[in-house]
């Protein structure tokens, strides 16, 4: 089955720096990848995805990029913000029917201010 | 994903108990799934449903039960069966199997005393 990795477990960055979270998946049919991200005691909020037939999404300061021959995807947060302070999980799906997301382990952001 | 409701915030149990969490959504969708969370891991699936009257095992169903009974709904059994039931408990929903997005609910806190 699909197995996802999710580097790093933790993250400082500077206000107004950037910050990147990176994931591998396994499943080449994997074609669906979300990213959520998740306030203490809160339920995770999609914030961005992407699926397979596009390399690049951006949303504001957020953006996804991914690489489907190295089986990666990215989150790449500009200008990064105190309010950004929260876990970041990525996730893969097929997308078929079935439709199961594989969860990486997160990763804690924390914007030092 | 403020369609998804879940009840009670918090759950204690005594061991030996089974307990049921609710789940109810009002978004119309067809599929819903149950995760646990555990501190500092992601999200695991338990038991998924992609239609009335018909739900899957995901990569930890042991010692969980679930029915779907009417679309809006889609209760969690944990029972005695289940070893280390404390974890914080999230529900699901799509709109399709083949519809990737999931928005998830404000989840239970279960903790057994």
């Known amino acids: 089955g699909e197995n996802v990795e999710q580097h790093p477990s933790t993250l400082s960055v500077q206000e107004g720096d950037s910050a990147v979270i990176k994931c591998t998946y396994s499943?080449?049919?994997?074609?669906?990848f979300p990213w959520y991200k998740q306030e203490l005691g809160k339920r995770p909020q999609l914030i961005i995805d992407?699926?397979?037939?596009?390399g690049e999404k951006k949303d504001q300061r957020i953006a996804v990029t991914l690489n489907k021959t190295a089986k990666h995807f990215s989150l790449h947060i500009t200008e990064t913000q105190p309010e950004d302070s929260a876990v970041y999980f990525c996730?893969?799906?097929?997308?078929?029917?079935?439709?199961?997301?594989?969860f990486g382990a997160g990763t804690i952001l924390r914007v030092k201010s | 994903d403020g369609g998804i409701t879940q009840s009670p915030k918090y759950l204690f149990r005594k061991e030996g108990q089974n307990v049921t969490l609710s789940c109810e959504q009002n978004?119309?969708?067809?599929?819903m799934y149950w995760y646990r969370q555990d501190p500092g891991q992601g999200l695991r699936l338990i038991y998924y449903?992609?239609?009335?009257?018909?739900?899957q095992k995901g990569d930890i169903a042991e010692g969980y039960s679930v029915s779907r009974e009417k679309k809006e709904s889609f209760p969690l059994t944990v029972t005695s069966a289940q070893k280390n039931p404390t974890a914080f408990y999230l529900c699901?929903?799509?709109?399709?199997?083949?519809?990737?997005?999931?928005?998830f609910g404000p989840g239970t806190r279960l903790t057994v005393l």
């Open positions: 996730a893969a799906s097929r997308g078929a029917y079935g439709n199961k997301l594989v």
């Open positions: 699901a929903s799509s709109t399709g199997p083949n519809t990737d997005t999931q928005y």
């Open positions: 449903s992609q239609i009335v009257n018909d739900f």
């Open positions: 499943d080449s049919a994997s074609n669906y």
């Open positions: 992407i699926r397979s037939n596009v």
């Open positions: 978004l119309n969708h067809d599929a």
